[in-house]
T-cell receptor, first 113, second 113 residues
Framework: DQQVKQNSPSLSVQEGRISILNCDYT??????FLWYKKYPAEGPTFLIS?????DKNEDGRFTVFLNKSAKHLSLHIVPSQPGDSAVYFC????????????FGPGTSLSVIP | KAGVTQTPRYLIKTRGQQVTLSCSPI?????VSWYQQTPGQGLQFLFE???????NKGNFPGRFSGRQFSNSRSEMNVSTLELGDSALYLC????????????FGNGTRLTVT
């Protein structure tokens, strides 16, 4: 049973517009969430994270929102750039087993120039 | 600082054989995690090692095993290979503190024929 879900396998956005990537989780023990970006033939790279004690975290063009009651988080990229085209993975861990980070299936983002 | 190094990058094996993949973490990182990536499934957690001890394990059969050496380098072994084991195997390291992000290598692409 997939504990971290990304229901949109792909997303296309025009350059300069906002990209919104969504993620849902089922395990209420998760208390730390991360987003990773992956280019072809490379390993994933860490983008941004959020703790369950916050509902928003911002880093430049990237903002992650967390809605604990809905068990939902989203990554906003503003403005989107062609170099943002990649696969984005949502990931989560629980305080009781922080050594086990669970990833979603990923969303492929294409930013069209 | 050198990143996470995985060897080999590509591997072709025959069903029934066994394979060993290697991972050198970032210097100073004591935690090493292994993931399997297949299309549509995202990154599936295999196991995590810290100071030569397996701290956590995913839902994979016993054919998948790993170990970590005193210098934090890690190996994973898959015995009696099956066609379904064809995947990208990713290794990630981190210092070991709670919620520190994973740093991934570029992976080993295993093809089983």
């Amino acid at each position: 049973d997939q504990q971290v879900k990304q229901n949109s396998p792909s997303l296309s956005v025009q350059e300069g517009r906002i990209s919104i990537l969504n993620c849902d989780y089922t395990n209420s023990m998760f208390d730390y969430f991360l987003w990773y970006k992956k280019y072809p033939a490379e390993g994933p790279t860490f983008l941004i994270s959020i703790s369950s004690i916050k509902d928003k975290n911002e880093d430049g063009r990237f903002t992650v929102f967390l809605n604990k009651s809905a068990k939902h988080l989203s990554l906003h990229i503003v403005p989107s750039q062609p170099g943002d085209s990649a696969v984005y993975f949502c990931a989560a861990s629980a305080k009781t087993s922080y050594d086990k980070v669970i990833f979603g299936p990923g969303t492929s983002l294409s930013v069209i120039p | 600082k050198a990143g996470v190094t995985q060897t080999p990058r590509y591997l072709i094996k025959t069903r029934g054989q066994q394979v060993t993949l290697s991972c050198s973490p970032i210097s100073g990182h004591r935690s090493v995690s292994w993931y399997q990536q297949t299309p549509g499934q995202g990154l599936q957690f295999l196991f995590e090692y810290f100071s030569e001890t397996q701290r956590n394990k995913g839902n994979f059969p016993g054919r998948f095993s790993g170990r970590q050496f005193s210098n934090s380098r890690s190996e994973m072994n898959v015995s009696t290979l099956e066609l379904g084991d064809s995947a990208l195997y990713l290794c990630a390291s981190r210092p070991g503190q709670i919620n520190s992000p994973l740093h991934f290598g570029n992976g080993t692409r295993l093809t089983v024929t």
